[in-house]
């Protein structure tokens, strides 16, 4: 078994740097099979509301949160906080709106993996985070997270109850969601200047494909649906309102037939 892992070792490093992401990601990361809906996907996998996510996040984010860690993500440890250049360009544009407060809408934000590396810049610019997650994770989160600044709300209703945000983050969340097409109707119609999508599957194909994403047992045991989207139904929601500013291919980078994708808009005037 050592020996079969450094031969996988030694094979990915051979590999040209535009294939080394791909390598990686198939190492870790595998999407299986084309399902007709989401109860059928759902009925073959632990879903995403498992308590070992949660378990393994929570410990991650304690670590960012004592400065022990840099950054996290699914509850990996990151060496560093790398610069997020499309994040920060929303939050620009965002703080640019009238009321010159950046107030956030994170919508799966977890227990904060987006805030944390950020919480420094964030104090001095007086701004407000918060994030809308499933109820064991808003537990946790207010328990344990909670502070002046960063929030956690079981819905978009809550989070508007309180606030009036002028960003709108969906980063690695669309395609967990059972119905992600209402989601997106339900929190454009409330006129969110900025909205910033990232880590987006799109397929190269006339129609959404719903597969199961199966994540290997190094980050932790666990398997769910998850959704690559049609680009140009995806794009329909924001046409009669908003126009998009940029768009990039993120580091989850591309496969035969689809890619990941990010995607930054901004609300038309009037």
Partial sequence: MKTLMVVRRMLGALLPAPLRARWRRWRRVKWE?????????????????SPVILARVLAAARCVRDDKWAAERDGVRLADAPENKPLQAAMQLAAQAPGGRLSVLDFGGALGCNFWPLRRQLEVQNARWAVVEQPHFVAAGRREFQNDQLRF???????????????????????????????????????????????TGFVDQPTDRLTIQRVPRNIYPASYPCWFFNRERFLAHFAAQYRLRDEWTNPDGEGSGFVFKGLLFDRVPG
Avoid: K
């Avoid at 099979?33 to 509301?49: K, M, P």
């Fill in 33 to 49: 099979g084309d399902f007709a809906d989401w109860a059928a996907a759902r009925a073959v996998c632990t879903g995403y509301d």
């Fill in 153 to 199: 709300c079981a819905s978009v209703e809550e989070c508007f109850a309180q606030d009036t945000p002028n960003l709108l983050l969906l980063l690695s969340v669309l395609p967990y969601l059972p119905n992600p097409h209402a989601l997106l109707d339900e929190v454009l119609a409330r006129g969110i200047p900025v909205v910033m999508i990232d880590r």
